[in-house]
């Protein structure tokens, strides 16, 4: 669902936890189909162990759960040659329970979330009871208690929104339009269009204004568009919900399903001149710098000078928008619509925005459309809710006391190693690419050495300058909405800091800033199963060094390979170079676009195509990585059979173990840049020849296929 503005473009590794929670409206980025007939191979595969035992190193055996690799997981009687997932996770996905209030559940991103989550609550816990003299402390425990005084919250209902509610009731014309959207952008509720700084893509020293479309309650734009009876259902599921949230507001209940039914058309109008998610990954597209003048051109029925002196901002100047043409469009929306029609739909969005900040029946009537678009059956627990209300909120308060407790400092020099190892394996493919010239190889590897690597938490907290009330948890929310838009607004026309950071620490992700040309990397990812101090090198390699590889081919990936070393969106390729890249990854858009994730249901490779080469520039990174690491090792390591390089891919496949409801995954695949997870398994390995080599699969099986793909 469209929620708060995204400030800056970069790339999240995002996963089932780090979604099911953007999902849930606290912002941070199914069931598997039945696999393919198998062949049976015994484990531990014979040849395997005959292989290790020709190592000229001494041989230490052990067991796969001391290296960090979970044996119940795998399921043997699969054939690794034929669908290595299934080898890796099939009987974690035969006995994997999804908890009633998650839409899906993996064995690495929800594990590390869930024992993230405890931690923090331990640490709200004790802040809301302890009475501490700290500023961090009482803010942190003021913010939590508010939000779990659960009968307070109850008792205010739709108070809190009353006065935005009596605003929307006075639109009349354009003016009195603009006057209440103004109003409600400088409260963090976005209808029509947000705004946020973006870094000039000519110079990325700098920032500028940036306006996006926004303002649908759907989760994409197509999701009004679509034909199909799935679809069609959706929305009138959707209409439902809308009169229902209405109705909870005031609306009395016959006016409210007219009102529903204006809110869908006017969406649906909405979703005519926005942007396609395909659209939005193209770079150049996505920047057009029309400053003051040329947007107030676009859409001049908007008073313009009034929305920026509402904002704060008066002189603000230098503008970029994401989509001139719904603006353009946005304007002849304006014009037609009657006024009962914005009524509407404003106090729809301002409802759809704040409802989990309200009563329970707003919370309740939020979950059930979010029910029909995951499967999820449960809503989390308030505790969940409130630990991620209170980060998204106070996020650098609450990562102080996590880092200490949980992000020891000999796991940030090791993640620091493995950050090098994989740098310099991407340094040493650039020589060896023989679709890339010189002129462009060379630049390649000033972009390369450019790069910023930020690794567990920042190097300088933000503070938080807003009150907070710990009987007002809707007040606090929103005046965090408030003073996180001016904390981003004031940038325009400043230096970029490129030590800021655009997670919270505790969060179980990791990105790639293209315009900071930088790779972030939470303490929060850093755990087991991704990385763990006792996990062997070749294990963590596989996991979190895919992870950092990930990241860093995001950088060359179609839409990164746009960014120069400094961050400009400069084309840097000459066009021989240009043309052989878009010939190699044209290969991945169809490889991946032939993968059906649901009956009738394929993967877009157009979407998924950025994530799907760093997802296999990744891996192969990752593995010179772990080999260069371990050229020095005094032994080899042999876990239950399985040699080291079998460990690694091992690593690998099983941080990527997830089970998704239905729902979900149908969502996940029409709306995600990300592939499900298996794909992102299968797909990586079967271009990656060290795999094949590693577990002697014979060309033309399904995981070694005679034709690959390989762009990095």
Known sequence: MNGSPVARRFHCLLAPAALAVSLAGLEACGANAAPPPVLVRPAPPRELVQAAATQTKPIVTTTLQSVGLDPLAMDRSQDACTDFYQYACGNWLKNVQIPADEPAWSRSF????????????????????????????????????????????????????RHFLAEISGVSNAKSLAVVVTELHAAGIFPLFDVSPTQDADDATRWIAN?????????????????????????????????????????????????????????????????????????KGMFNRLNRAGVEKALPVFDWTGYWKGLGFPGTQDIAVTAPKYFEGLQALIDSTKPAVWQSYLSWQVVRSTAKLLSKPFVDESFRMQQALTGQPELPPRWRRCVHATDDALGDLLAQPY?????????????????????????????????????TRARAREKLSSLAFLIGYPSKWKTYDFPIDAKSYAQNSLRSRHFELKR??????????????????????????????????????????????????????????????HELTHGFDDEGSQFD?????????????????????????KQYSAYEALPGLHVNGALTLGENIADNGGLKLAFEAYRALRADANETVVADGLTEDQQFFLGFAQSWCAAYRPDFERMVVQTNPHSPPRFRVRGPLTNTPQFAAAFSCKEGAPMHPKNICAVW
Not at 241 to 260: D, I, Q, W
Not at 418 to 433: E, F, H, P, Q, R
Not at 533 to 539: F, G, N, Y
Not at 567 to 588: Q, R
């Open 211 to 283: 306006l996006d479309q926004n303002g649908l309650g759907l989760p994409d734009r197509d999701y009004y568009l679509r034909e199909d009876e799935g679809s069609k259902k959706l929305r009138g599921t959707y209409h439902d919900h809308v009169a229902r949230m209405l109705e909870l507001a005031g609306t009395p209940k016959a006016r409210a399903s007219v009102a529903a039914t204006d809110v869908l058309a006017l969406e649906t109008e909405l979703a005519k001149i926005s942007k396609t998610k395909v659209e939005r990954r193209d770079p």
């Open 403 to 439: 880092v200490k407790d949980h992000f020891p400092g000999d796991s940030k020099q090791s993640a620091q190693n493995m950050v090098a190892a994989i740098s310099g394996a991407m340094a040493n493919d650039l020589g060896k690419l023989d679709w890339m010239d010189e002129p």
């Open 488 to 549: 981003d607004l004031t940038k325009v026309g400043k230096p970029v800091d490129r030590e800021e950071w655009q997670m919270t620490a505790p969060t179980v992700n990791a990105y790639y800033d293209p315009q900071r040309n930088q790779m972030v990397f939470p303490a929060g990812i850093l755990q087991p199963p991704f990385y763990g101090i006792d996990q062997a090198l070749a294990v963590n390699a596989g996991a979190i060094g895919m992870v950092v590889g």
């Open 565 to 589: 070393a400094k961050g400009n969106l400069s084309s840097w390729w000459t066009a021989a170079a240009s043309a052989n890249f878009k010939a190699k990854i044209s290969c991945v858009d």
């Open 110 to 161: 929800n594990e590390i979330q869930k024992r993230n989550e405890l931690a923090l609550r331990q640490i709200l816990e004790q802040a809301a009871k302890s009475g501490a003299a700290d500023p961090v402390t009482q803010k942190l425990g003021a913010f939590f208690s508010a939000c779990m005084d659960e009968a307070a919250v109850d008792q205010a209902g739709a108070q809190p929104i």
